[in-house]
């Protein structure tokens, strides 16, 4: 998918506010966002029906647990959002993330 803005963000005056506006009204706004309790495995999937493979997730850990795990992958998956990190994050480490549907 492409979007075209009509000016670049960085070339905004009247800062990034009216750059999020254009994108807002581009994309739907987010369907949901939480705050998620990852488990201690490196390969997980957040059950979340109503997500579809075309979504768009943004994904940021909140809380490093025991491991000081690093986030390799965050997709969108037909019924939730598939997760990888490159060790095991262990006890205490939290996500959070937010979703996107195109229109």
Sequence with gaps: MSIKLDTPPQQKNSKM??????????LNTAFDSAIYDATDAINQTITL??????????????????????LKLAKCVSGGIYIEF?????????????????R
């Design 17 to 26: 506010g009216t750059w999020l506006t254009q994108m807002t009204e581009i």
């Design 49 to 70: 029906n109503d997500v579809v493979e075309t979504d768009i997730v943004i994904m940021t850990s909140h809380t490093i647990g025991a491991n000081s795990a690093t």
């Design 86 to 102: 490159n060790v095991a994050p262990g006890a205490g480490h939290k996500l959070n993330y937010l979703l996107i549907r195109n």
